[in-house]
């Protein structure tokens, strides 16, 4: 066929492609246009639900947001870190709003610790304690977990139901059931906190230990290795970085839970927090936000510093 000839063919064949892709981009944006649609509609129909249900309804009571505000700003700004460090108030007159003396922990003497730094130390030690206990019970779980490590389907099986189910229900949930039978404090936070850790990092750890690398593996069982030699000396140490990457990520996480249980009798700043909001005492409730602020901010550098140094900076390089 002459290039003449081929002309009209290819010109014939550009058209159909042009025209079949004019058809695709135009199916797509009808296809966009009604699912933004849809979207919206749902949106807009699950907030007016919610607004029906709640009690007082939400859009009739967002004006009065600035009363919550307006008590929230302490007359004297100095009183936010009198309450923080429990010093006393020029405007103490007998109230609870500017008892910020009255809460001291005395160590030695005249040595104290402010009430607050205290109850933070006490959400602090729920975090850290249910973080290195879930750790340690999630670790075994996620090997027996592993299809790569673990060949027993019945024994896989019950290793992720486990996990399953302790991730599936909040730590709310488990703390108000062993506040039941424990009585409100921090025991019954940590034990809810530890149960939903194993969970959590029960399914990410056993995920990672599935991606490793079998040929160390294969090496020590060909030599006569037991299953526990092969775990300790071939995917261990393939794994270990990460794993204790996940549990400081899951650390910085606890601290925010072990708030939330502490504001529903859990102990800890969590409690002392919502006795403060719900008393309307504005000095106290912003020198806690800005304690529990600061340390979120404290944990998280440290935690990240730190699985710089066990994952290794080029990870945290190659990853922008």
């Keep these: 066929m002459s290039v003449a000839q081929s002309e009209p063919v290819l010109k014939e064949t550009t058209r159909e492609i042009v025209t079949a ?3 695709t981009t135009s199916s797509r944006r009808l296809y966009t246009i009604i699912g933004l649609i849809l979207i919206v509609i749902g949106f807009v129909g699950s907030v007016q639900y919610a607004d029906e249900a709640n009690a007082g309804h939400f859009f009739e009571r967002l004006p009065h947001l600035f009363d919550f505000l307006q008590w929230l700003i302490p007359s004297d700004w100095n009183d936010v870190w009198r309450a923080l460090f429990g010093r006393p108030s020029p405007l ?3 109230s609870e709003a500017y008892d910020f003396a ?3 922990v005395y160590i030695w003497g005249d040595f104290y610790i402010p ?3 205290e109850l933070m130390i006490t959400t602090l030690n729920i ?3 249910s973080t290195i206990f879930g750790f340690l019970v999630a670790v075994p779980l996620a090997f027996m977990s592993a299809r790569n490590i673990t060949p027993s389907p019945a024994i896989r099986f019950g290793a992720r139901r486990i996990c399953e189910f302790l991730r599936a229900f909040p730590e709310l949930v488990f703390a108000g059931l062993f506040a039941a039978v424990l009585s409100a404090g921090p025991v019954p936070a940590i034990a809810a906190i530890l149960l939903h850790t194993i969970g959590a990092l029960g399914k990410l750890f056993y995920e990672i230990i599935e991606n490793i690398d079998m040929k160390p593996d294969e ?3 060909s030599v006569g ?6 775990i300790r000396f071939a995917a261990l140490p393939q794994v270990l970085p990460n794993l204790i990457s996940y549990g400081l990520l899951r650390l910085e996480i606890n601290v925010r839970a072990s708030t939330i249980i502490g504001a529903v009798g859990g102990g800890g700043i969590g409690e002392e927090l919502r006795l403060a909001i719900s008393r309307g005492f504005g000095a106290k409730t912003l020198a806690l936000l800005l304690l529990l602020f600061l340390t979120i901010i404290a944990v998280d550098q ?3 510093w730190l699985r710089k140094k066990l994952v290794g900076e080029h990870q945290f390089l190659l990853a922008h």
């Design 127 to 129: 975090a850290i304690l």
């Design 92 to 94: 103490a007159n007998g």
């Design 102 to 104: 009255s809460g001291r």
């Design 115 to 117: 009430e607050y730094f």
């Design 302 to 304: 440290l935690s990240a």
């Design 21 to 23: 892709w004019e058809r």
């Design 225 to 230: 290795g037991t299953r526990l030699e092969r």
């Design 219 to 221: 090496g020590i069982r």
